[in-house]
Each structure stands twice: as structure tokens, then as C-alpha cells.
Nanobody, 130 residues
């Protein structure tokens, strides 16, 4: 059974930091890309970051560059999202998702397309107070 379990969300003041974790099981971790997405109330889901476990390359949409860092620990089947200098606009439910990826070269847009992901976690709430 495939499982993705997020943790690490919570309430933080503006300017603070959080580290989210996504523990994966039930599939060959090294063959997958893991993405972090978020969805705020009344807004569409958007990509935050993605890491391709085939080669370790990380991808960030332009608005996410600079404050978010994704990292993968393949030995623990875990992907982390370090979030710094948070602001109230970062308030959302954060999801991790997995998609199988054949070794190749892809653009960032390939990883940011949430429709390409096969498995999703249940999400973790991040709330940033002003």
C-alpha cells in the first residue's frame, strides 16, 4: 500500500520557520519525484517545490525561490521542506505527492503539474500569523 504521510505543520508567527516532512512507503522511492504543493482557502493548488530522486535535482517555481528548500533522504524515504521567513500568504494546507519519473531531462513545468502525480498525502496545515 502506497502511503505519503506529512508532518511538521503548525502555527508560526510571520518571519518564522517550519520544516515539513513527508515519509513515503509502498513504492520504490528512488524511481519517483516528490513534490510539495499547497492550497489556501478559495485558491487553486500550487506547486511549492519538487525533487527528482533519480538524480537529486530540485525545482522551484519562481515565486518560491529563496525561502523554501527541499531535500531528500533516500535512506529514510523522506523528503523535507524547509520554509523560512514565512508570511501570512503562506498559510495553506501543504501536501506532498509522488510521481514515477523515468530517468531523463525534464523542465520544471513537468514537475509542477499536479495532474501528473499518482499519490498524495493527507496534507498538513501551516498557519502564519501576522
Amino acid at each position: 500500500e502506497v502511503q505519503l504521510v506529512e508532518s511538521g505543520g503548525g502555527l508560526v508567527q510571520a518571519g518564522g520557520s517550519l520544516r515539513l516532512s513527508c515519509v513515503a512507503s509502498g513504492f520504490t522511492f528512488d524511481d519517483y519525484a516528490i513534490g510539495w504543493f499547497r492550497q489556501a482557502p478559495g485558491k487553486e493548488r500550487e506547486a511549492v517545490s519538487c525533487i527528482d530522486n533519480n538524480d537529486g535535482n530540485a525545482y522551484y517555481p519562481e515565486p518560491m525561490k529563496g525561502r523554501f528548500t527541499i531535500a531528500s533522504d533516500n535512506a529514510k524515504n523522506t523528503v523535507y521542506l524547509q520554509m523560512n521567513n514565512l508570511n501570512p500568504e503562506d498559510t495553506a494546507v501543504y501536501y506532498c505527492a509522488a510521481r514515477v519519473v523515468l530517468p531523463s531531462h525534464y523542465s520544471g513545468a513537468y514537475y509542477f503539474n499536479d495532474e501528473g502525480y499518482d499519490y498524495w498525502g493527507q496534507g498538513t496545515q501551516v498557519t502564519v500569523s501576522s
